[in-house]
Nanobody
Framework: QVQLVESGGGLVQAGGSLRLSCAASGHTFSRYTMGWFRQAPGKEREFVAAISWNGGNTYYADSVKGRFTISRDNAKNTVYLQMNSLKPEDTAVYSC?????????????????WGQGTQVTVSS
């Protein structure tokens, strides 16, 4: 069982930055592919970014490419999402997800564990 707890969300003006963190419990964090997803009110959940177990491969949605950076620190059991040049359309609840022994850029339904999410609000 893995528990995921996100933090770092908040209210920021357009053009600003936030760094989200997702802390994982358990001793096998390094085996997990980690992903960030977001869901805005009235919209479906969408993929944001993912990172392989060793950080060697990263994947991004086109809408955030060049603005967001996913990274991980396996010694701290934590994955990060650095968000720069934020736009009002980035407003959503951001959730992290963990999946064991996944390859490539997994679909949402392939992840095994999910956090509760953290709210990000970008004002214009």
């Amino acid at each position: 069982q893995v528990q995921l707890v996100e933090s770092g969300g908040g209210l920021v003006q357009a053009g600003g930055s936030l760094r989200l963190s997702c802390a994982a419990s358990g001793h096998t964090f390094s085996r997990y592919t980690m992903g960030w997803f977001r869901q805005a009110p009235g919209k479906e959940r969408e993929f944001v970014a993912a990172i392989s177990w060793n950080g060697g491969n990263t994947y991004y949605a086109d809408s955030v490419k060049g603005r967001f950076t996913i990274s991980r620190d396996n010694a701290k059991n934590t994955v990060y999402l650095q968000m720069n040049s934020l736009k009002p359309e980035d407003t959503a609840v951001y959730s992290c997800a963990a999946g064991a022994f996944l390859v490539g850029n997994p679909r949402a339904n392939e992840y095994h564990y999910w956090g509760q999410g953290t709210q990000v609000t970008v004002s214009s």
